[in-house]
């Protein structure tokens, strides 16, 4: 475990505004599982239940620089296996742009890594801006309706990671695209999860 949190994760207003990424980098996932439990004993794919469906729609993952990008954090595969903690529970504090004040002192971050976890890698192109439609009934004995779903990568950083990036969910079933909390669509998230989960599934990597 390292001896303090690398300062080249930690945001500033500068660095948010000269930030840069493209759909050539990817996004690294945590499993919620022991790494050992990760990978098809016969194949060695990567097991659906490593994913945590449940939890896909605002999942947090973080960025990995492809080395064309500029401007770009310089990252490693193992900040994904760092929990920064504040009261006992994770901390997903967002930033407030313009606001460094927010940013914590280096000797300041409390943080655990939580080593007996394994992560998987997803290009970003393969899951930003991608549409799908679903046949959507939200009240009983009415016509059903095409329900257009957008699925984005989106720059979310955190008062401690400049590189947390979350997968979210567009709908356009109100006549504008809105984002799709957790708790929206009760009857639809399974399917909205499972969707991202098969384009996880089609395209994940090892290594990259």
């Given at each position: ?17 000269v ?63 760092i ?30 890594i ?14 930003n ?8 009934n ?17 720059h ?15 709908s ?37």
């Open positions: 475990m390292p001896e303090s949190y690398p300062e080249r994760l930690l945001p500033s207003s500068e660095r948010i505004s930030f840069n990424y493209t759909n050539s980098c990817f996004i690294c996932r945590r499993t919620e599982i022991d790494k050992t439990e990760m990978y098809d004993d016969d194949d060695g794919d990567l097991e659906p239940f490593a994913i945590n469906e449940k939890e896909l729609i605002d999942c947090s993952t973080n960025l990995i620089n492809h080395p064309e990008v500029s401007n770009c954090v310089e990252t490693v595969p193992d900040d994904v296996l929990n920064v903690m504040k009261n006992g529970d994770i901390d997903y504090t967002r930033i407030e742009f313009e606001d460094d004040s927010q940013v914590p002192r280096i000797e300041d971050v409390n943080f655990t939580a080593s007996d976890k394994g992560y998987y890698f997803i290009p970003m192109g393969a899951l801006n991608i549409e799908t439609t679903f046949p959507f939200k009240k009983q004995n009415a016509p059903k309706l095409d329900f257009r779903l957008v699925i984005k990568v989106e979310c950083p955190t008062v401690v990671n400049l590189c947390h990036f979350e997968i979210r969910c567009f356009e079933i109100t006549g504008k695209y809105e984002k799709v909390k957790r708790g929206d669509f009760k009857g639809f998230r399974a399917e909205i999860c499972h969707v991202i989960q098969q384009i996880v599934l089609a395209n994940w990597k090892k290594e990259i």
